[in-house]
């Protein structure tokens, strides 16, 4: 037995998820393809989360010149 509406419905949700985080990681300055974690089984998409809140965005200003 097929189960291609289920299937439809995985990838377009997986869409959904993945084409935002690609322009969140390329607007922060990651290569967009770390994105590709959310489809990771088990804690692809928190791996995602954490390494967006907590490591240092290569774009970011480091303070403020005077």
């Known amino acids: 037995m097929l189960m291609v509406p289920e299937v439809m419905q995985v990838a ?3 869409l959904m998820i993945l084409v935002p985080l690609c ?3 390329k607007k922060a300055g990651f ?10 089984p088990g804690f692809g998409l928190l791996i995602v989360f ?3 809140a907590f490591l240092a965005w290569p774009n970011a200003k480091q303070g403020t010149e005077r």
């Open 23 to 25: 322009l969140i990681y």
């Open 12 to 14: 377009i949700v997986g």
């Open 31 to 40: 290569n967009p393809l770390w994105a590709a974690l959310v489809f990771v």
């Open 50 to 52: 954490l390494q967006l």
